[in-house]
């Protein structure tokens, strides 16, 4: 199946800083990611859709200046978590369309001191 | 709005056969997908239905019945890796997915 992979794995960083996800699908090519947020032994939450060369479409509720979402080319999108706060720890998903199917990248996990 | 309701937490025995209900209110619904988390881990899927019926897939099958907003992941011949959080999703406009509650499975020897 397709392989998506997200960089970084685990991040810790301090309260009101960035931190910069990526997202990428590494043997095909994606003109949709999701973005997903996932509190501990919670579900999935759709944060935003990335589109290819357009603006993201962001789910109700979920701050576009605050999660900046950048899809530049067909193989990347980008999350940045912007003046992070401890209440923005949580496990951040990415994922990637390939046909009908979703493929999911492995996560990455933000600690926000 | 849009809800997927799952059973919190089921615990069955290896060998056993155990089934996870998901009952769901959607708008522009277009089939159910099945996914497993284990703990730490990203989603990976499991199994589809889009039309009515059973689906198999190994020691997966997943029903789904769009009249009754209702389907249903069944599990045969458990064994201690299948341990994990178990997710519907539902697929709506716009390809995109709303996932259910999340289901809990503990399988003890």
């Known amino acids: 199946g397709a392989v998506v992979s997200q960089h970084p794995s685990w991040v810790i960083c301090k309260s009101g800083t960035s931190v910069k996800i990526e997202c990428r699908s590494l043997?095909?090519?994606?003109?949709?990611m999701f973005w997903y947020r996932q509190f501990p032994k919670q579900s999935l939450m759709l944060m935003a859709t990335?589109?290819?060369?357009?603006?993201?479409?962001?789910e109700q509720g979920v701050e576009k200046d605050k999660f900046l979402i950048n899809h530049a080319s067909l193989t990347l999108s980008t999350l940045t978590v912007t003046s992070a706060h401890p209440e923005d720890s949580s496990f951040y998903i990415c994922?990637?369309?390939?046909?009908?199917?979703?493929?999911f990248g492995p996560g990455t996990r933000l600690t926000v001191l | 709005g849009q809800s997927l309701e799952q059973p919190s937490e089921v615990t069955a025995v290896e060998g056993a056969i155990v089934q996870i209900n998901c009952t769901y209110q959607?708008?522009?619904?277009?089939?159910l997908s099945w996914y497993q988390q284990h703990d730490g881990g990203a989603p990976t899927f499991l199994s589809y239905n889009g039309l009515d019926g059973l689906e198999e897939t190994g020691r997966f099958s997943s029903f789904l019945s769009r009249s009754d907003s209702y389907g249903y992941l069944l599990l045969q011949e458990l064994q201690m890796k299948d341990s994990a959080s178990y997710f519907c999703?539902?697929?709506?406009?716009?390809?995109?997915?709303?996932f259910g509650t999340g289901t809990r499975l503990l399988v003890s020897p």
């Open positions: 043997d095909f090519q994606a003109t949709t």
């Open positions: 990335s589109n290819e060369g357009s603006k993201a479409t962001y």
């Open positions: 959607t708008s522009g619904f277009y089939g």
């Open positions: 994922s990637a369309k390939a046909g009908d199917e979703q493929f």
């Open positions: 999703a539902a697929g709506t406009g716009f390809q995109k997915l709303v």
